[in-house]
């Protein structure tokens, strides 16, 4: 099955677009401006200068107090896995993690988008996999479901994934740490190697079960593990606003300091 990726395709590109042209306003912004010296959770504050002009209006961000997550890493980075600790570091510390996450509106858009993204992916997806389940459009054969839905569902999927990137580098770091997000990463592995095996075994012989109102064995444990896991994505993906288990908030329980590769400094928060 051919899937056009025009839509998609340029969906992205308006993404991108919009992200370049903020960052590029904050490059030459923020090389003289004042990074605020609080130290602690992430605090938004409501810059008090006068801003003039429609698009300065757009790409000007209130100042942020810096995250601190894992204070002792950089004392300890080998027992830590600390390259990636460090990598992530200065990439939160880039010009454009900082911009995109002090952003006024792009980051608010970005984000916008991303849920957009996930409603149509994932309201597709659980359509696909009730009729695998057979629950639901029995009288429709299998390959006509995908045929329609298959399509809008790879766009959702390269948005949102996109879209997500994008929200991953505002701040890298702290998504890095945080245990919902490792979660969601594991389960979206799992789900993508679902859809591998479901159409590289099963689906290939589409014809031979096409018309059946109960579709074979292997066609509904595919659709029931996507539903569970794309359902535990979703809820992960949610939970990751949530700072339970950040870093900066000790003491934790040494599981969760192991599982979030954090480095309590023994004091706390």
Request: net charge positive; glycine share 6%; hydrophobic share 50%.
């Amino acid at each position: 099955m051919q899937i056009r990726v025009r839509l998609p395709g340029l969906l992205a590109a308006l993404l991108l677009v919009l992200c370049y042209l903020v960052t590029l306003r904050i490059e030459a912004s923020t090389r003289t401006a004042q990074r605020p010296s609080e130290v602690g959770r992430q605090v938004h504050m409501i810059s008090s200068e006068s801003r003039s002009g429609g698009w300065a209006r757009f790409v000007t961000f209130p100042r942020t107090a810096p995250l601190q997550i894992a204070a002792a890493a950089a004392g300890s980075e080998e027992a830590t896995g600390g390259s990636l600790l460090n990598f992530f570091r200065r990439m939160g510390d880039s010009s454009w993690s900082t911009g995109l996450h002090e952003s006024r509106y792009a980051y608010d858009l970005i984000e916008s988008v991303h849920v957009w993204a996930l409603c149509l992916f994932f309201g597709l997806a659980v359509m696909f996999d009730l009729r695998l389940l057979g629950w639901t459009m029995r009288s429709i054969p299998v390959s006509e479901v995908a045929r329609r839905l298959l399509p809008w569902t790879a766009v959702g999927f390269v948005v949102m994934v996109i879209s997500g990137a994008l929200l991953f580098s505002a701040i890298p770091l702290r998504s890095y740490q945080n245990i919902f997000f490792r979660a969601k990463m594991i389960m979206l592995v799992l789900a993508g190697l679902n859809v591998w095996i479901f159409h590289s075994g099963v689906y290939r012989r589409v014809t031979t079960w096409d018309l059946d109102r109960i579709t074979p064995k292997a066609a509904r444990v595919a659709g029931a593990l996507s539903l569970v896991l794309w359902i535990c994505i979703v809820l992960s993906g949610r939970m990751i606003a949530y700072n339970w288990f950040d870093c900066d908030r000790q003491p934790q329980p040494a599981i969760i300091n192991f599982l979030t590769s954090c480095v309590p400094d023994g004091s706390d928060h």
